[in-house]
């Protein structure tokens, strides 16, 4: 693994925004060239198939993120020092999700040239994942032709994620009208809004999920009035809700929508919740190698991916987009053979 930490290393130390990962895509499609391995490229995406590929067997795609979020203020180490400290490698997106980026790739150059593989391989390191971006892993799929399973490199502490809770964002807006807050004139739309939260806060959605738990709605920006004696005509929220497989963004919307009398905009319905079911060969699998599995309540690339996936990655997510983030080496030695121990032999027909 000597030479992914290096390269990891280096990514640490490559500036690599959601939109801006061109220079880091390139560390990537190097290792790839160093081994001879044709690649494909779309934007700031990289993509490579196995060299024994054969036509009729399943496809298992490995995938992991090659952008990062930006440094916070309060980081006391160089988010981009790539510094070494024993078992530990700092640095912005170390542990989310570098580690999972060039542990998957380790894995695939493993596997890349074996000749009796009972399916085919592809290693896609997508861009703009952390904005959840039209230009990453969704502008793929159609490139990618048929995936029969994906494993999705997150931060998991190498346990399996088999659900993941969909996101949608929530515009609303409570209308009123203006009057004289000195007068019993007007209609406010702040205490409209206020109403409107409230049975937010109270609802609670009627199916819940064994492993995603429920619906959560939180939230998390109000904003109302522009002068302390105009009563306010419009008092505009923010939600942000965490869907289970039981809804649909698009029927969370709709009640949603009918519970409140503010007008309610989604931004997007695109990253709905995503699963697999337990009887799935690669949890079987999984749970037989003594892996746990949990429903995550973090958004992924799986989001957007119309196929079987779990999450699974080396490193904490608790540790994701916080300061001084960090990776530990023995972790990202422990995930390269557990990534090895899933795939070797799996059996997906």
Not at 103 to 130: M, R, W
Request: glycine share 8%; aromatic share 8%.
């Amino acid at each position: 693994m000597d030479a992914y930490i290096e390269l990891l290393k280096q990514l640490i130390q490559t500036q690599s925004f959601s939109k801006e990962e061109e220079p880091a895509a390139e560390l990537v499609r190097n290792v790839l060239r160093s081994h001879n391995i044709p690649f494909e490229t779309k934007k700031n995406n990289t993509w490579a198939r196995n060299q024994n590929w054969q036509e009729g067997l399943p496809v298992v795609l490995l995938n992991s993120h090659v952008d990062t979020v930006r440094p916070g203020k309060n980081w006391t180490k160089d988010p981009f020092g790539a510094l070494l400290e024993g078992d530990y490698l700092y640095g912005l997106g170390s542990n989310d999700a570098g580690a999972s980026l060039v542990t998957l790739l380790a894995v695939f150059i493993h596997f890349n040239s074996q000749d009796k593989l009972p399916y085919n391989l592809i290693y896609a390191a997508s861009a703009e994942e952390e904005i959840s971006g039209p230009n990453g892993m969704e502008s793929l799929i159609d490139e990618l032709g048929d995936i029969d399973l994906a494993l999705v490199g997150e931060p998991t502490q190498m346990q399996m994620a088999i659900a993941e809770k969909g996101l949608m964002v929530l515009d609303c807006v409570a209308h009123g009208k203006t009057g004289h807050a000195a007068r019993n004139e007007g209609e406010s739309a702040l205490y409209k809004g206020i109403e409107d939260i409230q049975k937010l806060r109270d609802y609670q959605f009627e199916k819940t999920s064994e492993v995603l738990g429920e619906v959560k709605l939180s939230i998390t920006q109000i904003n109302a009035g522009y002068q302390h004696n105009v009563v306010p005509d419009q008092c505009s929220f923010v939600v942000d809700v965490r869907t289970n497989e039981h809804y649909s963004n698009q029927k969370a919307f709709e009640i949603i929508d009918s519970l409140i009398g503010s007008e309610v905009k989604a931004r997007s319905f695109r990253l709905n919740s995503s699963g697999i079911e337990l009887d799935h060969p690669i949890v079987k699998r999984g749970m037989d190698l003594g892996l746990t599995y949990y429903g995550s309540p973090t958004t992924s690339d799986q989001a957007v991916m119309p196929f079987r996936s779990i999450k699974i990655g080396p490193g904490d997510s608790a540790r994701s987009h916080t300061a001084d983030e960090y990776i530990l080496i023995s972790e990202l030695k422990e995930g390269f053979k557990t990534y090895v121990s899933l795939l070797d032999g799996l059996r997906l027909r």
